[in-house]
């Protein structure tokens, strides 16, 4: 049976189009995918992503710990500030990519995959030797994406919070619409800006109603999974179970930027990845541009010119902004290089698609 | 769901419009369209092709997913509807408009009418899609 957000029922009666996504009853759309990523692109959009889990790792070891479970370097964010990481696993692969937040000296928050929830937990609490305490308070929270262009200025209007200056991956803790303690922060998984609101669970249809009502005036919309898919495709960010899983390297998958080998602690995997380094590039996640009207799908095979198979699809859409073909796909050296032309195949015909630098939409 | 009487169906979600000439029109239901979503490209290579029940004879292409398009009668492709066709009109968003009107997909020439009979009607199709 698959679970509900709180908004579950606000979503049917907003007539949205609802899917299983991760073992939750989520809306793809409201209106249209089109509609919904071009207001997001030019305006803003509201989304719910309640689905994702959040854990809480407390105590004087804190940082400790969460430095030998993931692959950034924890130590140099300061409280209010955010960082995106991976938990890799022994064999080189990722159990998960997330967010940690650092809400005091040594209390993090960790935002994860809402499919890897249990998967996470188990892992991490396995690896706790140290003098901190990990909480699972997926269920506490609620959490709302309000992205696009001029979704900060909308909420610093609404909040007592001087938002103006917040800046990427940073954020603010403070009361709106009169509760207490709500993290504001500029993140989100769109490329066009905005911020992500952690809220309590209870609260969390209030504040949707509210920030709808507010934003009638300036064209707020609700967004859903369809276009968040497609908007993180235009950047070129991955997807956990798509792009990344158990079995992929942080390496090949183009995360050496959080892949911190350098960081005096030990993770696992960390002497793999050192190797894979040092060997330089046998495959990488490449953004993918296709000449043909056909759409790249996660799972298609990919060709050189010369016919040797090369890698696979592993996600693909149409681009609403480019209106083209766009995907990302695992490619082996030297096929990898930008400008390199492949083929990809639909099984029926083979796609002329060319290897091209993310992200593939320009935003400001 | 709508689901014209005079219409046949197939669980691959195609319906079929018998005329009398030993033709039929195809294209797919409105149940098919709502599951896709938006339509962004429709692909039919097979046009003249002769091609048996149950092949595929094209594909559409949505935002989200990939769908093939299944033959549901033997037969040969006459004709792809210009008004989808991206070397003519290249409006595939009528599929979800008017999925039994201007967005039909193909005209087909039926090769083995005996076929007809395990077609679906509306109340069948009705009844598999809940």
């Known amino acids: ?364 | 769901m709508n689901l014209p009487e005079d219409l046949k169906y197939t669980k691959e979600h195609e319906w079929i419009k018998l005329h009398d000439d030993n033709t039929a029109t195809v294209g797919i239901t409105d149940f098919a369209q709502s599951e896709l979503g938006e339509l962004v490209y429709v692909e039919i290579d097979t046009i003249g092709e002769s091609i048996a029940i149950d092949e595929v004879f094209g594909t559409v292409e949505a935002v989200k997913t990939t769908s093939d398009l299944f033959m549901p009668l033997s037969g040969k492709i006459l004709e792809f509807n210009p008004k989808l066709d991206e070397n003519e009109e290249d409006n595939p968003g009528l599929i979800n408009e008017d999925p039994y009107g201007d967005g039909w997909i193909v005209k087909i020439e039926i090769s083995d009418a005996s076929q007809v009979e395990a077609l679906l009607s509306a109340a069948d199709y009705g009844a598999l899609i809940g």
Not at chain 1, 99 to 123: F, G, M, P
């Open chain 1, 1 to 364: 049976m698959t679970k509900k957000t709180p908004l579950y029922q606000t979503h049917v009666d907003l007539q949205a189009k609802m899917v299983d996504f991760a073992g939750y009853d989520m809306p793809v759309q409201y209106t249209s995918i089109k509609e919904e990523h071009a207001a997001v692109r030019n305006n803003m959009g509201l989304f719910d992503v309640s689905h994702m889990g959040e854990f809480r790792v407390e105590g004087p070891e804190a940082l400790r710990f969460l430095q030998s479970v993931t692959t950034n370097d924890l130590s140099t964010i300061v409280i209010g500030q955010a960082q995106y990481s991976c938990i890799p696993n022994d064999a080189g692969g990722i159990v998960d990519d997330l967010i940690i937040y650092r809400l005091a000296e040594a209390a993090y928050l960790l935002v994860v995959n809402a499919s890897n929830i249990e998967k996470d937990y188990n892992w991490i609490a396995a690896r706790n030797q140290y003098d901190a305490t990990l909480t699972n308070v997926s269920d506490q929270y609620g959490l709302l994406a309000l992205q696009g262009p001029n979704a900060l200025a909308f909420i610093d209007g609404l909040s007592d919070l001087d938002l103006s200056g917040l800046a990427y991956y940073h954020f603010r803790v403070g009361d709106l619409f009169g509760l207490s303690d709500i993290i504001i922060s500029a993140t989100g998984y769109t490329g066009s800006g905005g911020v992500e609101l952690y809220i309590p669970s209870d609260s969390l249809v209030g504040v949707w109603n509210h920030l709808l009502e507010e934003g009638k005036a300036h064209g707020l919309s609700p967004v859903g999974l369809g276009a968040r898919d497609t908007l993180r495709l235009e950047m070129g960010y991955c997807l956990y179970g798509n792009d990344i899983d158990d079995t992929t390297s942080p390496i090949d998958a183009g995360l050496s930027w959080i892949t911190k080998l350098s960081k005096t602690e030990n993770f696992p995997s960390k002497d793999l990845f050192i190797t894979q380094k040092e060997a330089g590039v046998k495959r990488r996640l490449c953004a993918i541009q296709v000449e043909d009207r056909r759409v790249p799908r996660h799972g298609y095979q990919i060709f050189s010119e010369d016919s040797q198979l090369i890698g696979q699809v592993t996600s693909g859409t149409l681009s609403p902004t480019l209106e083209v073909p766009i995907g990302l796909g695992y490619i082996d050296a030297p096929y990898h290089k930008k400008g390199t032309a492949v083929l990809i195949d639909t099984g029926r015909k083979k796609l002329k698609a060319q290897v091209v630098k993310a992200p593939f939409v320009k935003v400001n």
